[in-house]
């Protein structure tokens, strides 16, 4: 494996895994400023992968009771609130929801900020650098997927997600995450998350004409006096190499809790395997010098005498 395919841009991932003639890279662009919470996608995800409930029970931080992505939630819609200055709308439009906080006697605002998480389907993935056993791959389709029946519990993958998006299943030990729905792929069909999705927060498709779209989200929402709309993920030079899966976000990446400067954690592999080697080489050619010299003094004494 050469330094590009560990990092940097990399325009064709699936061609490099040798998927000659493959379709187009397909992805997400999830539009967190059009989610409503409803968690329509991360029940469409248990349902179509057949996957257990996590309990009922509210976490306490939020009106949420799976916490994050793990190895039986593949999508997380995070529910996050935050208190809201009044922000006076541009003339002739809406701004978006804030709701009066009827605990704040001063009148305060909060709003809530929703965004359905799911595995960012790396240009560099790190979890599939690292798997042993090929469980973790490529697809035509540009995504990663990992195979229960090759996973092998060995649990490299899970440090290596930069992320923390892949899991191992307590019981068994066998990582699991979102697959992309490489089987509705196959059979022509859309994502069950981004199908059930009722606003369109979920967008599915070509990962090219998603950036343009996500492009001109941004300034329309710049537009509408929403200054804070950003990115995340959509960026090909960033320590990823950009992601399959990418957001609009409405304030800064750890609030939603995402890394902020996320990087292939395999990146320095290649440097760092030099660095042993050479290590390795002084190391030997110490421990030969010690048994070469006193070697070469007993030599000598002996033509002396
Ligand atoms: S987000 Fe993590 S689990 Fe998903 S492809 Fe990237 S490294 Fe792998
Ligand atoms: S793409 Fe499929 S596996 Fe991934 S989160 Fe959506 S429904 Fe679940
Ligand atoms: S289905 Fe769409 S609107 Fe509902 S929680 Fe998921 S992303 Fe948000």
Redesign the pocket.
């Known amino acids: 494996m050469t330094d590009s395919q560990l990092s940097g841009p990399e325009p064709d991932p699936a061609g490099d895994a040798g998927h000659a003639g493959h379709p187009p890279r397909v992805g997400f662009f999830t539009d967190t400023s059009v989610c409503i919470g409803c968690k329509a996608c991360e029940v469409a995800c248990k349902e179509w992968n057949a996957l257990s409930e996590d309990g009922f029970t509210l976490t306490g931080m939020s009106y949420d009771n799976t916490a994050g992505l793990g190895a039986s939630t593949w999508r997380h819609v995070a529910f996050i609130e935050q208190s809201a200055p009044p922000v006076p709308a541009p003339e002739g439009r809406r701004e978006l929801p804030l709701v009066q906080d009827a605990s704040q006697s001063a009148g305060g605002e909060f709003r809530w900020l929703m965004s359905s998480d799911v595995?960012?389907?790396?240009t560099h993935?790190?979890?599939?650098d690292v798997c042993p056993t090929g469980s973790?791959f490529r697809t035509e389709f540009g995504t990663?997927v990992v195979q229960e029946d090759i996973c092998n519990g060995c649990g490299y993958?899970v440090p290596?997600?930069?992320?923390g998006?892949?899991e191992q299943r307590p019981s068994d030990g066998r990582a699991f995450?979102?697959t992309l729905c490489y089987d509705r792929l196959g059979a022509g069909q859309e994502p069950a998350c981004a199908k059930a999705c009722p606003t369109e927060s979920i967008q599915f498709g070509p990962l090219d004409e998603l950036r343009e779209r996500a492009a001109l989200r941004v300034d329309q929402l710049h537009a509408a006096g929403v200054p804070e709309a950003r990115l995340y993920g959509h960026d090909p030079t960033d320590g990823?190499g950009g992601?399959g899966a990418f957001f609009l976000l409405l304030d800064e990446p750890e609030v939603y809790g995402l890394p902020p400067d996320p990087v292939?954690t395999t990146r320095d592999l290649p440097a760092m395997w030099k660095h042993a080697a050479a290590a390795a080489l002084s190391l030997a050619g110490g421990v030969a010098l010690s048994f070469a010299l006193p070697a070469l003094a007993r030599g000598k004494a002996q033509v002396r005498r």
């Not at 595995?119 to 790396?122: A, G, I, L, V």
């Open positions: 595995c960012k389907h790396c993935a790190a979890c599939l973790l990663v993958c290596a997600c930069p992320y998006v892949i995450k979102c990823v992601d292939v």
